[in-house]
C-alpha cells in the first residue's frame, strides 16, 4: 500500500518535472541558461530571472523594471535631503554658466531644478521617456518660473539629444533602468562636446546594507564595462555620498593618464 502511494508521488513528480522543462524550452532557450541572444544584438534575454528585472541582460547584469510615475512622490521625499545629501552633488558638479546639460532619465526634475540656477546662461535638458513625468516636468517649470530647463520626451534607444551639444551628461538613479542602455549611451557620446562629461550616480552594488533593491544598484566594476563598451574612460569615482557612487567619465583619448580613485574601498 504504502510502496504503491510513493511509486504514484514519483510518478507525478516526473511529469510535472517533465511539463516545467518542455514549458521552459517551448519558450526559447537551452539549459542550463536558458538564454535567447539574437544574432549581432548585445543583449541576451532571460525566460528564468529577478522578478525585479526585464529579463533583458547587458553585460551580464539585468535591466532593472522602470520606475513608473507613481512613484513621483518618492522622488520628491523630503528625507531625501537628508538620506542622499544631493547638495554636494550639485556643488562639485563645477559648472559654467553657459555650459548645456542634459539630465537624462530626470523623473521630476528633482536634479534638473536644482542645477538650473548654475547655468543662468545655458541651460538643462531634463530628459525622461514617461509622458507623465514631462507634464509633472511642465508643471514645476510654471510653478517655479524657471526659464532654463527644457523637458524632452525621449524613447526607449534615443535621448534625443543634438550632436555635440552638451558638456555634461548626469544621470542619477536611472541608468540602471534604460531598456536600451547600448543606444542611449552611444547617443550620448555623440552628443558630447570634446571635453564633455558623463556623470553616473547609482547606489553601491558592492554595499549589501545599502536598503534599496539589488537590480536598482550597480557595482563600479559593471558601470566601468558599461561605459568602455561605447568608448568612455573613467576618470574618477567619487565617494562623498552617504549611498551612491558619483562615477566620471570621458570620451576616450581625452583622459588616458589621469585615472585616479579617490574611494579607499568599493563600498
Ligand atoms: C528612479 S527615476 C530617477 C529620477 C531622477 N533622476 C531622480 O533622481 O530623482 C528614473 C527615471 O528614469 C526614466 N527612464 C527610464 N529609462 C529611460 C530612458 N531610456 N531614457 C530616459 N529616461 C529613462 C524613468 O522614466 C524614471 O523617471
Not at 525585479?52 to 521625499?77: C, N, P, T
Not at 554658466?97 to 521630476?108: H, L, M, R, W, Y
Not at 526659464?147 to 524613447?155: C, D, F, G, K, R
Amino acid at each position: 500500500m504504502k510502496g504503491n502511494m510513493q511509486t504514484r508521488w514519483l510518478r507525478r513528480i516526473i511529469l510535472i518535472g517533465a511539463v516545467c522543462l518542455a514549458f521552459l524550452l517551448s519558450i526559447g532557450g537551452t539549459l542550463p541558461a536558458l538564454a535567447l541572444v539574437e544574432e549581432g544584438s548585445v543583449y541576451q534575454e532571460r525566460a528564468i530571472h529577478h522578478p525585479d528585472g526585464i529579463g533583458k541582460f547587458y553585460l551580464g547584469r539585468e535591466i532593472s523594471q522602470v520606475m513608473g510615475h507613481m512613484g513621483a512622490g518618492w522622488l520628491e521625499r523630503p528625507t531625501r535631503e537628508f538620506e542622499e545629501q544631493p547638495q554636494l552633488l550639485i556643488e562639485d558638479l563645477h559648472l559654467k554658466p553657459a555650459d548645456v546639460v542634459a539630465d537624462i532619465g530626470a523623473g521630476t526634475g528633482y536634479f534638473s531644478f536644482r542645477i538650473a540656477p548654475l547655468v543662468p546662461q545655458g541651460k538643462v535638458l531634463a530628459i525622461d521617456i514617461q509622458p507623465e513625468m514631462i507634464e509633472i516636468l511642465n508643471e514645476i517649470k510654471k510653478e517655479k518660473h524657471v526659464s532654463n530647463v527644457e523637458p524632452v520626451l525621449a524613447s526607449e534607444t534615443d535621448p534625443r539629444l543634438e550632436p555635440s551639444s552638451i558638456d555634461l551628461a548626469i544621470m542619477v538613479d536611472a541608468y540602471h533602468e534604460f531598456e536600451y542602455p547600448y543606444e542611449v549611451m552611444q547617443k550620448v557620446v555623440q552628443a558630447l562636446k570634446p571635453n564633455g562629461r558623463v556623470i553616473l550616480v547609482e547606489y553601491r552594488g558592492e554595499n549589501p546594507f545599502i536598503p534599496i533593491k539589488g537590480l536598482h544598484k550597480m557595482t563600479q566594476k559593471q558601470i566601468k564595462k558599461e561605459m568602455a563598451h561605447v568608448g568612455l574612460s573613467w576618470v574618477e569615482t567619487k565617494g562623498y555620498l552617504p549611498q551612491q557612487h558619483v562615477m566620471v567619465f570621458g570620451k576616450s583619448g581625452n583622459h588616458p593618464q589621469e585615472e585616479r580613485n579617490l574611494l579607499p574601498f568599493n563600498f
